[in-house]
């Protein structure tokens, strides 16, 4: 090999080695793998960070809650190289001190769907307006009812929680009852709210708080629930006492599953919201960031839309024909 052809193939190798070197390392951290909404928050994920020339780096908790193993998953994307961290947290307050860590050592950590406790412990938040959400289902509740007394059970996801007390609060609010503001991480409790239990946002653990409910208070007539495994749950409970069809169930989120159980009357109304826009736009904060060293910062609002089977004058709502085409999950 002569000088010449060895300096073309040292340049050649170089330029290479400079484009795998500029491949943006992005880390993305569910709370769980198997939730269909974490599901398809790494699909668009995945589709955005192929579309972007990044690589993307997943990992989940193996439940809800399991805050170690988040820091055992942002640890190891940090040591393979990742810059930027997009992340679900588990346990608001308890990932604080491994997001300082990793955002010290120059990673960009946004928070997608849930705030840390505080919210600027990341440098932006990606997610649904859930007070918002809250609202939306508070004012088509109070619209179904009909004048009716309100007497309800709340299936919380578990306290001290963001999302579950902004969900939560927004309901009481949009219904017209007393509660708190959206920065407020406690769960009002106006007379009106006769039972309230953690579901964790877990079908089976719903039907065991509206179990309880039933057996504190059997003249509910109105069901909040923190998402819509928990309202499935709910429902099941209220069948199996016979009292399904004089409750109103009202749920977050917009799942297939959801907006099938929408249409076939298990849930009256839903706040549909979009896990793939929260992702999608967390890599392309991630790739922003690899080229320009520009930060994303503040709160992005991803949208929320009120998915009901019966229009209701005066709230404004979408049909289970458009929640279905905007869904996520299993069709």
């Given at each position: 090999?002569?000088?010449?052809?060895?300096?073309?193939?040292?340049?050649?190798?170089?330029?290479?080695?400079?484009?795998?070197?500029?491949?943006?390392?992005?880390?993305?951290?569910?709370?769980?793998?198997?939730?269909?909404?974490?599901?398809?928050?790494?699909?668009?994920?995945?589709?955005?960070?192929?579309?972007?020339?990044?690589?993307?780096?997943?990992?989940?908790?193996?439940?809800?809650?399991?805050?170690?193993?988040?820091?055992?998953?942002?640890?190891?994307?940090?040591?393979?190289?990742?810059?930027?961290?997009?992340?679900?947290?588990?346990?608001?307050?308890?990932?604080?001190?491994?997001?300082?860590?990793?955002?010290?050592?120059?990673?960009?950590?946004?928070?997608?769907?849930?705030?840390?406790?505080?919210?600027?412990?990341?440098?932006?938040?990606?997610?649904?307006?859930?007070?918002?959400?809250?609202?939306?289902?508070?004012?088509?509740?109070?619209?179904?009812?009909?004048?009716?007394?309100?007497?309800?059970?709340?299936?919380?996801?578990?306290?001290?929680?963001?999302?579950?007390?902004q969900r939560h609060n927004g309901f009481l609010q949009g219904y017209g009852l007393q509660s708190f503001d959206a920065k407020n991480?406690?769960?009002?409790?106006?007379?009106?709210?006769?039972?309230?239990?953690?579901?964790?946002?877990?079908?089976?653990?719903?039907?065991?708080?509206?179990?309880?409910?039933?057996?504190?208070?059997?003249?509910?007539?109105?069901?909040?629930?923190?998402?819509?495994?928990?309202?499935?749950?709910?429902?099941?409970?209220?069948?199996?006492?016979g009292k399904e069809k004089g409750v109103t169930i009202v749920s977050v989120d917009g799942g297939c599953e959801g907006v099938k159980?929408?249409?076939?009357?298990?849930?009256?109304?839903?706040?549909?919201?979009?896990?793939?826009?929260?992702?999608?736009?967390?890599?392309?904060?991630?790739?922003?960031?690899?080229?320009?060293?520009?930060?994303?910062?503040?709160?992005?609002?991803?949208?929320?839309?009120?998915?009901?089977?019966?229009?209701?004058?005066?709230?404004?709502?979408?049909?289970?024909?458009?929640?279905?085409?905007?869904?996520?999950?299993?069709?």
């Amino acid at each position: 090999m002569n000088f010449k052809h060895a300096t073309v193939i040292a340049a050649l190798l170089a330029a290479s080695g400079a484009t795998m070197a500029a491949e943006p390392v992005i880390g993305l951290i569910t709370k769980t793998e198997i939730n269909p909404f974490f599901v398809k928050m790494k699909e668009g994920a995945q589709a955005e960070a192929k579309k972007l020339g990044a690589k993307l780096l997943t990992g989940a908790g193996k439940a809800d809650g399991d805050n170690a193993g988040q820091i055992t998953a942002m640890e190891n994307m940090i040591a393979a190289g990742a810059k930027t961290i997009l992340i679900t947290p588990s346990d608001s307050k308890a990932i604080v001190p491994a997001i300082k860590k990793a955002r010290a050592a120059g990673v960009m950590v946004i928070a997608l769907d849930s705030p840390a406790d505080p919210a600027d412990a990341t440098d932006a938040l990606f997610a649904t307006d859930n007070f918002k959400a809250g609202v939306l289902i508070g004012q088509y509740a109070k619209a179904a009812l009909g004048g009716k007394k309100p007497v309800i059970a709340t299936l919380d996801l578990f306290p001290g929680h963001p999302v579950g007390a902004q969900r939560h609060n927004g309901f009481l609010q949009g219904y017209g009852l007393q509660s708190f503001d959206a920065k407020n991480n406690e769960l009002a409790k106006p007379a009106e709210v006769v039972c309230m239990a953690d579901s964790f946002g877990d079908r089976a653990k719903g039907q065991t708080g509206m179990e309880n409910c039933l057996q504190k208070n059997p003249d509910i007539n109105l069901v909040y629930t923190i998402n819509e495994p928990a309202a499935a749950g709910a429902y099941n409970a209220l069948k199996a006492a016979g009292k399904e069809k004089g409750v109103t169930i009202v749920s977050v989120d917009g799942g297939c599953e959801g907006v099938k159980n929408v249409g076939k009357g298990v849930i009256t109304a839903t706040s549909q919201q979009y896990p793939l826009k929260m992702a999608s736009m967390g890599v392309a904060a991630g790739v922003e960031y690899a080229k320009t060293g520009k930060k994303a910062s503040g709160y992005v609002d991803t949208g929320v839309t009120l998915i009901a089977d019966k229009a209701i004058k005066g709230v404004d709502s979408k049909s289970v024909k458009v929640g279905t085409d905007l869904c996520w999950g299993t069709k």
